[in-house]
């Protein structure tokens, strides 16, 4: 359509072009109607005629003892090129969702997580045109393309054809670096030469080179461990290797991309949607679930801006509580309010920190007609049943609970407001647990006296 043809979709009349033809959607799916030639629905019949009709160029290099192409090869392994061109089509892009796809997968109206950033984009080269003048798109990568029968293909590469030869394309650092981020294993220009050799010979006779394997994901609760268990438009954390090239935080509204990382969360109904990061590491991402996620086993997919993947699941449920402390201790990271007999009210301090080491502070009860109040913060509870079924206990006496749901200004963080008892007085160190709908939070303490 946008090159001028009227199109294989067509209205009831069989003829009349039909308007409504959206992209990532397959354009038979559901029944629609198509431009009939001899009888035969036109776009089943391009269809079959791609997966039957069109075959690989035979590469003059096909079976060639050039030692030069099996150290290419090996190169090319070297340098994890398979990470974007590996795999039996020799390239990662893939259609992963069941169509329509989650608005999730799409961000300026790309299939953003199939998208790498090799270097090859500049926004003020004079080829980076699109239809009507629209800002040109490549600043969030492109899709690698295959490398199958490239020998057929002998000049203008990448996406723009701003290099008209391979080693051009082999002279781009950025490109030739992707998948070992921060190592240049190209930098001699003789094994360049291997590996175009290489990549020259590769027809649909090579055997392909599979990505390397995926490696293991942990993914529980960001608050605390409470096994591999989350609650829809809840905050979960992913532990393993590889799962970014850099450590980048983002804020409160965090974006399904964070550092070229991503990751994907594929529910028990087999709609994948990515979910929103807010901390991307080496070693440890944060993220939000979404919302919409249903319950019942889902697989979580991180893939790295070196298309490093890493694999987990995790059980979702509509509950499953935790609450935060503070970093490698059990003291409740909370605030806390006192409101006299009058009124007034003034904040308590509920932790101290000096340097690195957080320690509980002590909350004076004080007289019988003041009371303190305690906010803890946590997350996968606000979709709880009710009030009444979120009970707390501090230091084994129950504690009136006011409040239990979202806390409205981070995403998928909740809160709980509860009462400490002032028969707490002069106890020290208590415990504090929180329990939601029969599940019970893990532990955190406070200090009163």
């Not at 290099?61 to 090996?74: K, W």
């Not at 707490?424 to 329990?435: E, F, K, Q, S, Y």
């Amino acid at each position: 359509m946008v090159s001028g043809g009227a199109g294989l979709i067509v209205g009831t009349d069989g003829v009349t072009p039909d308007p409504n033809v959206t992209n990532f959607t397959p354009l038979a799916s559901g029944g629609r109607n198509q431009l009939k030639l001899r009888g035969v629905p036109a776009w089943d019949a391009i269809d079959a005629y791609v997966k039957s009709g069109i075959r690989a160029p035979i590469s003059p290099l096909r079976g060639s003892t050039d030692p030069d192409i099996a150290a290419g090869r090996q190169l090319f392994t070297l340098a994890n090129c398979q990470s974007c061109h590996g795999g039996a089509q020799w390239t990662s892009s893939r259609v992963r969702y069941n169509p329509p796809p989650d608005a999730s997968l799409i961000v300026n109206t790309q299939l953003i997580a199939e998208l790498r950033k090799v270097g090859t984009f500049n926004a003020q080269a004079f080829n980076e045109v699109r239809q009507n003048g629209a800002p040109p798109l490549g600043a969030d990568g492109f899709a690698p393309p295959s490398l199958l029968s490239l020998f057929a293909f002998p000049q203008t590469f990448f996406h723009n054809g701003s290099a008209a030869s391979l080693d051009e394309v082999m002279q781009n650092v950025a490109h030739r670096s992707a998948g070992t981020p921060g190592t240049d294993t190209l930098t001699d220009a003789a094994k360049r030469q291997q590996v175009i050799k290489f990549l020259l010979s590769i027809d649909a006779a090579t055997a392909p080179i599979a990505p390397n394997p995926a490696g293991s994901l942990a993914v529980t609760s960001a608050a605390a461990n409470i096994g591999a268990r989350l609650a829809p438009d809840s905050i979960g954390s992913g532990y393993g290797s590889g799962l970014a090239v850099q450590s980048i935080s983002a804020g409160a509204t965090a974006p399904v991309v964070l550092g070229g990382s991503t990751i994907a969360v594929q529910d028990a109904a087999g709609t994948l949607r990515l979910g929103q990061m807010f901390l991307a590491s080496p070693s440890q991402v944060n993220f939000l679930l979404p919302a919409a996620t249903s319950a019942g086993r889902a697989q979580i997919t991180v893939t790295s801006a070196s298309g490093a993947v890493a694999t987990g699941s995790v059980d979702v449920a509509a509950v499953t509580p935790s609450i935060f402390s503070l970093g490698g201790t059990t003291v409740a990271a909370a605030v806390a309010v006192r409101v006299n007999l009058v009124g007034t009210q003034s904040p308590v301090a509920v932790f101290q920190c000096a340097g690195s080491t957080c320690t509980a502070a002590t909350i004076e009860l004080g007289s019988a007609g003041d009371q303190v109040f305690l906010t803890l913060f946590g997350t996968g509870l606000r979709k709880n049943s009710g009030l009444g079924n979120v009970r707390a206990t501090i230091g084994g006496a129950d504690a009136p609970v006011f409040f239990a749901g979202a806390q409205g200004e981070f995403a998928g963080l909740d809160q709980v407001n509860l009462q400490i008892p002032i028969s707490l007085r002069g106890r020290g160190d208590v415990p504090v647990v929180v329990t939601v709908d029969g599940q019970t939070t893990n532990t955190v303490n406070i200090n009163v006296r």
